[in-house]
T-cell receptor, first 110, second 114 residues
Framework: GQNIDQPTEMTATEGAIVQINCTYQ??????LFWYQQHAGEAPTFLSY????GLEEKGRFSSFLSRSKGYSYLLLKELQMKDSASYLC???????????FGAGTRLFVKA | DAGVIQSPRHEVTEMGQEVTLRCKPI?????LFWYRQTMMRGLELLIY????????DSGMPEDRFSAKMPNASFSTLKIQPSEPRDSAVYFC????????????FGDGTRLSIL
């Protein structure tokens, strides 16, 4: 079966660092994506991992361990505008089908 | 550059009516995806196309749902007849089709069936 687990909600303080975890159990694996979705808007792409390790992109980093079926998104120097849902998504092998997790709602407080 | 364009942005209609949602993918993208998003079920893949051909429609909930992609620049998702439980945000997304390329989402259609 296909299963992607993320915490439902997290709260963090402006200027701090937050780590959003994602575990997955899927029949195939051809990469893991993180998307950001502000309320009432469409998801937008943040990061992509296909090999184990850390990918850094400015304030955002994403880590992948394929053997553990685990990823995290790290957000540094949090800003109020980072309040949003963060979706973990796994692409299946052999095609382009992508399964999305339910998302983690992040609240950034002053 | 124009992104994925969906229409209408909002639709309110009575149950039993036919609903047609439209999507124009980004030019040059050869994969197109239709998703439904609700609070209860999150973002669900309904169907996706590659080079205008439906590849996987296992997410289409019932025969009331159908999707077409007559050419590379246009796709429709149709619900007939519509029911209140179909109320959701429907997103269309496209991607270039290579493994490491993300999907680009349209702004979505907010559908309310009364």
């Amino acid at each position: 079966g296909q299963n992607i687990d993320q915490p439902t909600e997290m709260t963090a303080t402006e200027g701090a660092i937050v780590q959003i975890n994602c575990t997955y159990q899927t029949s195939g694996f051809n990469g893991l994506f993180w998307y950001q979705q502000h309320a009432g808007e469409a998801p937008t792409f943040l990061s992509y991992n296909v090999l184990d390790g850390l990918e850094e992109k400015g304030r955002f980093s994403s880590f992948l361990s394929r053997s553990k079926g685990y990823s995290y998104l790290l957000l540094k120097e949090l800003q109020m505008k980072d309040s949003a849902s963060y979706l973990c998504a796994v692409r299946d092998t052999g095609g382009f089908k992508t399964i999305f997790g339910a998302g983690t709602r992040l609240f950034v407080k002053a | 550059d124009a992104g994925v364009i969906q229409s209408p942005r909002h639709e309110v209609t009575e149950m039993g009516q036919e609903v047609t949602l439209r999507c124009k993918p980004i030019s040059g993208h050869n994969s197109l995806f239709w998703y439904r998003q609700t609070m209860m079920r999150g973002l669900e893949l309904l169907i996706y196309f590659n080079n205008n051909v439906p590849i996987d429609d296992s997410g289409m909930p019932e025969d009331r749902f159908s999707a077409k992609m007559p050419n590379a620049s246009f796709s429709t998702l149709k619900i007939q007849p519509s029911e209140p439980r179909d109320s959701a945000v429907y997103f269309c997304a496209s991607s270039p089709g290579t493994g490491n390329q993300p999907q680009h989402f349209g702004d979505g259609t907010r559908l309310s069936i009364l």
